[in-house]
């Protein structure tokens, strides 16, 4: 009997430090304090136009995570007015304890909806090139200017895995006045670390007007 009363009790002290760990997320950290610094990672590193319409939210079933709703980067300058990529919605899983210490580690990320455009235009130049150029712009003004403090140190992410359901990318190419898309793109990685192989399933359907096909593949990759 004493060792079954001294088992309750550890459970039960194990339930109320964790209950009162996710109090203390909820109350004390705010996801939304950190848009700002989330748009300028992003500025920084793509040169794009980040925007999240609405809040970002704590999820507690099945993982403790948050949820991003809908979601869009900008085409650069000199492109169609229109997203360059953007999703409904976005699910991240996070681990407990290291939010305690104020560290993020990134289980799975999930991607529902997300639409990309690529789009060339008749000089050739795509709008993935232009962003690439301005990142390496804001990338060099980035480093001349004063870097703000964060309590949440955002690098060096650990993320355990990436999936994207029900995926669409449509390519118009105005060089070659042609006009593509592959629709129902599932894809998945497993636990991302660099310089090792990675685990990939990708599948999709094609349909460029003329020929219309499905793909299916599977395998590693390195990163």
Same mark, same amino acid.
């Given at each position: 009997?004493?060792?079954?009363?001294?088992?309750?009790?550890?459970?039960?002290?194990?339930?109320?430090?964790?209950?009162?760990?996710?109090?203390?997320?909820?109350? +004390? +950290? &705010?996801? &939304?304090?950190?848009?700002?610094?989330?748009?300028?990672?992003?500025?920084? *590193?793509?040169?794009? !136009?980040?925007?999240?319409? /609405?809040?970002?939210?704590?999820?507690?079933?099945? $993982?403790?995570?948050?949820?991003?709703? $809908?979601? =869009?980067? &900008? &085409?650069?300058? /000199?492109?169609?007015?229109?997203?360059?990529?953007?999703?409904?919605?976005?699910?991240?899983?996070?681990?407990?304890?290291?939010?305690?210490? #104020?560290?993020?580690?990134?289980?799975?990320?999930?991607? #529902?909806?997300? *639409?990309?455009?690529?789009?060339?235009?008749?000089?050739?130049?795509? $709008?993935?090139?232009?962003?690439? =150029?301005?990142? !390496? #712009?804001?990338?060099?003004?980035?480093?001349?200017?004063?870097?703000?403090?964060?309590?949440?140190?955002? $690098?060096?992410?650990?993320?355990? %895995?990436?999936?994207?359901?029900?995926?669409?990318?449509?390519?118009?190419?105005?060089?070659?006045?042609?006009?593509?898309?592959?629709?129902?793109? *599932?894809?998945?990685? %497993?636990?991302?670390?660099?310089?090792?192989?990675?685990?990939?399933?990708?599948?999709?359907?094609?349909?460029? %007007?003329?020929?219309?096909?499905?793909?299916?593949?599977? /395998?590693?990759?390195?990163?």
């Amino acid at each position: 009997m004493a060792i079954k009363k001294v088992i309750f009790i550890a459970l039960g002290s194990i339930v109320v430090v964790v209950a009162a760990a996710i109090i203390y997320i909820v109350l +004390i +950290i &705010n996801p &939304n304090d950190y848009k700002p610094e989330i748009i300028s990672q992003v500025k920084l *590193n793509s040169g794009g !136009e980040l925007i999240i319409e /609405g809040d970002i939210s704590w999820r507690f079933f099945p $993982n403790i995570g948050l949820t991003i709703g $809908n979601t =869009q980067i &900008n &085409n650069p300058e /000199g492109f169609p007015h229109q997203p360059l990529f953007q999703f409904d919605n976005a699910q991240l899983d996070l681990a407990l304890l290291p939010l305690l210490s #104020k560290k993020i580690e990134i289980g799975l990320i999930s991607i #529902k909806g997300l *639409n990309l455009y690529m789009h060339t235009r008749k000089d050739g130049l795509t $709008n993935l090139e232009a962003m690439s =150029q301005a990142a !390496e #712009k804001s990338t060099l003004e980035e480093e001349t200017s004063a870097q703000t403090s964060s309590p949440f140190a955002i $690098n060096d992410l650990a993320i355990a %895995g990436i999936q994207i359901v029900d995926a669409k990318i449509i390519i118009d190419n105005l060089a070659t006045e042609s006009k593509q898309s592959i629709d129902a793109i *599932n894809f998945s990685l %497993g636990k991302l670390q660099l310089d090792k192989a990675v685990s990939l399933v990708f599948s999709a359907a094609i349909d460029s %007007g003329d020929i219309s096909a499905k793909i299916k593949s599977k /395998g590693m990759i390195k990163i």
